[in-house]
C-alpha cells in the first residue's frame, strides 16, 4: 500500500461502511422509489471508493492488458460511465424521495461540506497552503466529509422517513381541463 493509501484509509473504511449503510437503507425502504435512491447512493459512494483506490489498478494490471482490442483504461472508463449513468438515472426517476431528503439535511450541514471541500481543493492545489501540508490538508478535509456522511446516515430514521413522506399531505390541486 503507498502512502498515499495509508493517509487514505480511514476514509476509504468509512466510505465502506456508508455503502453497507445504504444497502440496508435500500433493502429497508418501503417505497420503490425508496428503492432506487438508496441503490443510487450505494452507487455513489462506489464510485467515490474507486476514485480514492485509483493506485489499486497499478498493482494488480499489467500496463500491456488488452481485452477484447481494449485497454484496461478504455473497460475502466466504459464502466464508470455505465456507473455514472445509472446513478443519474436513479436519481431522476427518483427525485421527489431525493428532494425529500434534501430538505432534511440542515443548512449547516451544507455550508460544512461546501467550507471542507474548499478546504480540500486548496490543499490539493497548494492555493494558500504550504505544498508539504496540501496533501495532508486535503486527505483530512476529504475523511471529515466522509465521516459526516457516514454520522447523517447512521443517525437518519429510515423509518420515520418513510413513514412521514408516507403521510405527507399533497397540496396539488386535481386537474380541471375537462371542466
Avoid at 443510487?40 to 488488452?66: C, G, K, Q, W
Avoid at 481494449?70 to 445509472?86: F, K, N, P, Q, R
Wanted: aromatic share 16%; glycine share 4%; with cysteine.
Amino acid at each position: 500500500m503507498t502512502s498515499d493509501g495509508v493517509i487514505e484509509l480511514p476514509g476509504i473504511i468509512m466510505l465502506f461502511a456508508c455503502i453497507f449503510r445504504c444497502a440496508q437503507y435500500m433493502k429497508q425502504s418501503q417505497f420503490k422509489l425508496g428503492r432506487y435512491f438508496w441503490l443510487a447512493s450505494v452507487l455513489v459512494f462506489f464510485a467515490v471508493i474507486r476514485r480514492e483506490l485509483n493506485y489499486v489498478p497499478e498493482l494488480f494490471i499489467p500496463s500491456n492488458f488488452s481485452f477484447l482490442n481494449h485497454s484496461y483504461d478504455w473497460w475502466e472508463d466504459a464502466i464508470l460511465l455505465t456507473v455514472y449513468l445509472l446513478i443519474v438515472g436513479l436519481l431522476a426517476y427518483s427525485w421527489r424521495y431525493l428532494w425529500a431528503v434534501l430538505k432534511k439535511v440542515p443548512i449547516s450541514l451544507y455550508i460544512t461540506v461546501v467550507v471542507l471541500a474548499l478546504l480540500e481543493y486548496m490543499g490539493e492545489n497548494a492555493i494558500f497552503i504550504p505544498e508539504n501540508m496540501g496533501e495532508i490538508v486535503e486527505e483530512i478535509a476529504e475523511t471529515s466529509v466522509y465521516a459526516i456522511a457516514l454520522i447523517y446516515l447512521w443517525r437518519f430514521k429510515l423509518s420515520d422517513f418513510d413513514h412521514s413522506v408516507l403521510y405527507q399531505p399533497n397540496h396539488h390541486q386535481p386537474c380541471n381541463a375537462n371542466e
